[in-house]
């Protein structure tokens, strides 16, 4: 059973820095898992914000974000991190971490397993 547990988040001011960590545990990174990170702000649809698949070294970002948020995982750890650098007001929304079997996907609907999710606020 994968569970997530997530930590990090709070409250900057536009143009600071956050990072996220996201504990990993009950599967196994070598079958083929894509763990990644989406959010959501009141009213609107959760959105993919980055995502990795397990064996590979490429990363996928939503062009919001690109050049300013990094995702990285520590296997050794299993931990999935997101680095948040250059915040704006419109990166404000709570954040979840997921993981779904197989190829990543932009969908928040084909992730079977969530973090509890935290709050991020740019002011």
């Known amino acids: 059973h994968v569970q997530l547990v997530e930590s990090g988040g709070g409250s900057v001011q536009a143009g600071g820095s956050l990072r996220f960590s996201c504990v990993v545990s009950?599967?196994?990174?070598?079958?083929?898992?894509?763990l990644g990170w989406f959010r959501q702000a009141p009213g609107k649809e959760r959105e993919g914000v980055a995502q990795?698949?397990?064996?590979?070294?490429?990363?996928y970002y939503a062009n919001s974000v690109k050049g300013r948020f990094t995702i990285s995982h520590d296997n050794a750890k299993r931990t999935l991190y997101l680095q948040m650098n250059s915040l704006k007001p419109e990166d404000t929304a709570m954040y979840y971490c997921?993981?779904?079997?197989?190829?990543?996907?932009?969908?928040?609907?084909?992730?079977?397993?969530w973090g509890q999710g935290t709050q991020v606020t740019v002011s």
């Open positions: 997921a993981a779904k079997r197989g190829w990543c996907s932009w969908s928040s609907y084909d992730f079977n397993y």
């Open positions: 009950g599967y196994a990174y070598s079958d083929g898992y894509c």
């Open positions: 990795m698949y397990s064996g590979e070294s490429k990363t």
